[in-house]
């Protein structure tokens, strides 16, 4: 049976709500993906925006994309990278970095909207200590499909013959999806294990309804199909499974117990770096 996962809502402030659909207890991860969050939609008025100050992260890579707005993104190796509707913006965390995500200054004094997402990979054992990187990709740069009402991004490894040119450490399967109202899609299904979010729309999976952001776990090994009864956006996400187990402890994903404690440790005295420009930051939480 395809289960369907109500994910748990974050109000940040401002009218900006975050859904979180990975990790529940149906789905404690797909594929590599460890945390799934869908951003928005929120209307910010002027002189208001996001503002995540600088926080850190291990062992894990980010991946952003956006339907609309745009963040401003910096970290402790000196990027600094505006993000756009199409773009994908990759942070590899390895043995360890800090980054901030803000409302660009120029939208933040015009007002502005965000919508988008925002997935955690978990790093494969043998690169949990790699280097942290970060890495902007164009839309334009990103492999893409119209046909019969359907658009098609494939924002990270592979799918629908198409394959991303951002580098991934696993197979991954990451793709964007836009319909028409009546269009369909069947899901890509060359891949261990796989998630469908719909973010908005009205939508049914072989003929079944589907609610709006919520998170579907189709069977392995089917090729359900995806019907728009609306104009409808969803992710279609998934890949190799997990080699092994991970522990999650706030922003921080090893598979060492003790590796996340040094994380904590490095964070109180300061050791992950600063940002430039932005000197804020959230403390370690009590927990």
């Not at 401003?72 to 970095?97: C, E």
């Amino acid at each position: 049976m395809t289960t369907i996962v109500e994910p748990r809502v974050h109000d940040l402030g401002n009218g900006f709500l975050v859904r979180r659909a990975v990790p529940t207890l149906q789905a404690r991860s797909v594929g590599p993906f460890v945390f799934v969050d869908h951003m928005g939609p929120v209307v910010f008025e002027r002189g208001h925006g996001m503002d995540v100050r600088p926080h850190p992260h291990i062992g894990l890579a980010t991946v952003t994309f956006l339907w609309d707005g745009a963040i401003h993104h910096r970290d402790t190796l000196g990027s600094d990278q505006v993000i756009r509707p199409g773009d994908i913006n990759w942070m590899t965390a390895g043995r360890g970095i800090a980054h901030s995500e803000r409302t660009p200054a120029a939208e933040r004094v015009a007002g502005s909207q965000a919508h988008g997402m925002q997935t955690w990979i978990a790093l494969p054992k043998t690169h949990e200590e790699t280097a942290p990187a970060f890495f902007h990709h164009p839309a334009a740069t990103l492999p893409q499909q119209q046909r019969a009402g359907a658009w098609l991004r494939v924002l990270a490894g592979r799918a629908y013959g198409e394959e991303s040119p951002v580098q991934v450490f696993s197979d991954t399967l990451n793709v964007a999806i836009d319909l028409a109202p009546d269009a369909e899609l069947a899901l890509d299904d060359g891949h261990a294990e796989r998630a469908l979010y719909i973010l908005e729309g009205e939508a049914q999976l072989d003929g079944r309804d589907i609610p709006a952001r919520h998170l579907v776990l189709p069977d392995r090994g089917t090729r359900p199909v995806l019907r728009a009864l609306t104009p409808l956006k969803a992710m279609l996400l998934g890949g190799e499974p997990l080699d092994g187990h991970r522990h999650l402890w706030w922003n921080f994903v090893s598979s060492s117990k003790e590796r996340i404690e040094q994380a904590k440790q490095d964070w109180l005295e300061g050791r992950f770096g600063s940002i430039e420009g932005d000197p804020e930051f959230i403390p370690l939480p009590q927990r």
